[in-house]
């Protein structure tokens, strides 16, 4: 039998407040959200390990109206298995509120956050790298030990 599966990562909106050149999500007519009904039956599958990290990516994530019911359903199924979001970085203060609602249950949250440079972010994200970079001076200030990842588009 072939191994369990180890990672799952949950696109969990194609909704993105940012216009990104690399990227053409944000041109996506349809906007759809993953229908959080549907998380238990990943939960419950049998072919997950029991150490699964679980993901969030999106669009952008924090844009996802049931971002905290989703992670009250996997906290309560599998205390450990929420790893990662995947962020632009942008909307601190719904990435600040959800941090202080679930700081407790999320011990091990890493969040990776998008930054393209100093010189090439707000032109690939057409958006302000200042606004990224005080959103991660702010969370580490608030989080000091949440563990923060910067990814960025080569």
């Known amino acids: 039998m072939a191994g369990k599966i180890k990672n799952v990562i949950i696109a969990l909106t194609n909704r993105c407040n940012l216009r990104c050149v690399m990227c053409d999500i944000w041109m996506e007519h349809k906007k759809v959200d993953f229908d959080f009904s549907l ?6 599958s049998k072919s997950l390990d029991e ?3 679980i993901t969030f990516t999106g669009g952008e994530p924090f844009l996802y109206k049931n971002l905290d019911k989703i992670t009250q359903i996997i906290i309560k199924k599998n205390p450990t ?27 091990k949250l890493t969040l990776s956050i ?9 032109l690939q994200r057409n ?11 702010e969370i580490q200030k608030r989080f ?9 588009t080569i």
């Open 81 to 107: 298995a929420l790893t990662t979001i995947s962020t632009n970085g942008t909307l601190q203060e719904k990435i600040i509120n959800y941090l202080e609602r679930n700081k407790k249950y999320l011990p």
């Open 51 to 53: 150490n699964v990290k």
């Open 114 to 122: 998008s930054f393209d440079g100093i010189n090439k972010h707000d």
């Open 127 to 137: 958006c302000s790298k200042q606004i990224v970079l005080n959103t991660i001076k």
């Open 144 to 152: 000091p030990d949440l563990r923060i990842k910067i990814k960025f």
């Open 39 to 44: 998380i238990n039956k990943i939960l419950d």
